[in-house]
């Protein structure tokens, strides 16, 4: 089955969106997202579009975070609940890290970096020319950065849709030259691609690996299997411990999100 551009666009932002949603919350972007209600309007629309069982109002602790509009407080809670989840010490409530979820699975002493699964992610990253962002140091196995890679693979597949509308507008007599709408589309999705290229720390910055180079030879096969070998392995359980275990109605929201996603 053929999946519109639209699709597409509407998976790159889910990722987005719920990858800001699971990092840290340096800044108050997040926090300010939430209070507006922005947040909750953007995962209500693109939940619409990808047709996924989820509405803010329904998701769990919905009240809750509704009563709570100051974005200064909102931040209060979110930064505490955030390290006490996902950092932790001795260990995280909730690892945020694959290769961790994994290994509990396997019966095997869960370590960082340096385990089958977060390597293969890294291999996998490279093989789409995207390697650690600049000024970091940690595994490539975190919630948010496979989200980030899915959403990059999701813009390169709604970029590759859009080329292919516009062969079939030539093979039925038109020019194929984008125009209004479309023409926005491809520009925000360049420039959304080339945000990802600009923060590349890999061996060739600023180079986009070919689609045909891409695992399995196209952004849509990539997205495949990343889903299968990775995100569907261990984000549905991550969803449902940070759902039972956060004490943040927010972090209950964007887990439920989560889990109707990969599910």
Not at 81 to 91: D, H
Not at 146 to 160: G, I, S, V
Not at 199 to 208: A, I, K, Q, R, S
Not at 213 to 238: I, N, R, T, V, Y
Request: aromatic share 8%.
């Amino acid at each position: 089955m053929t999946i519109s551009a639209d699709t597409w666009q509407a998976r790159a932002a889910l990722c987005e969106l719920l990858a800001l949603s699971f990092r840290y919350p340096e800044d108050t972007v997040l926090a300010d997202a939430i209070a507006s209600g922005e947040w909750g309007e953007a995962a209500d629309e693109i939940a619409g579009a990808l047709g996924l069982n989820w509405s803010v109002a329904a998701a769990p602790g919905a009240a809750e975070a509704a009563a709570l509009p100051d974005p200064a407080e909102i931040q209060k809670e979110l930064r505490p609940e955030a390290t006490r989840l996902f950092v932790g010490a001795p260990q995280a409530v909730c690892s945020p890290y694959e290769g961790v979820w994994r290994a509990q699975a396997e019966g095997v002493q869960p370590l960082l970096f340096v385990n089958p699964h977060s390597m293969a992610v890294e291999r996998f990253c490279k093989s789409c020319g995207l390697g650690r962002p600049e000024g970091t140091n940690e595994p490539l196995d975190a919630v948010w950065t496979e989200l980030e890679l899915l959403e990059y693979l999701a813009l390169r597949a709604a970029a590759d849709a859009l080329d292919a509308e516009g062969a079939a507008d030539v093979a039925a007599g038109g020019d194929g030259a984008p125009t209004g709408e479309q023409a926005t589309e491809y520009r925000e999705i360049g420039e959304d691609i080339d945000e990802f290229d600009a923060e590349d720390d890999g061996p060739e910055p600023g180079d986009v690996v070919a689609s045909a180079d891409l695992p399995g030879g196209s952004p849509e096969a990539a997205w495949d299997e990343f889903m299968a070998d990775h995100a569907a392995q261990w984000m549905p359980q991550f969803a449902e411990a940070v759902q039972r275990d956060s004490r943040v109605p927010f972090y209950r929201q964007a887990a439920s999100l989560l889990a109707a996603f990969v599910k």
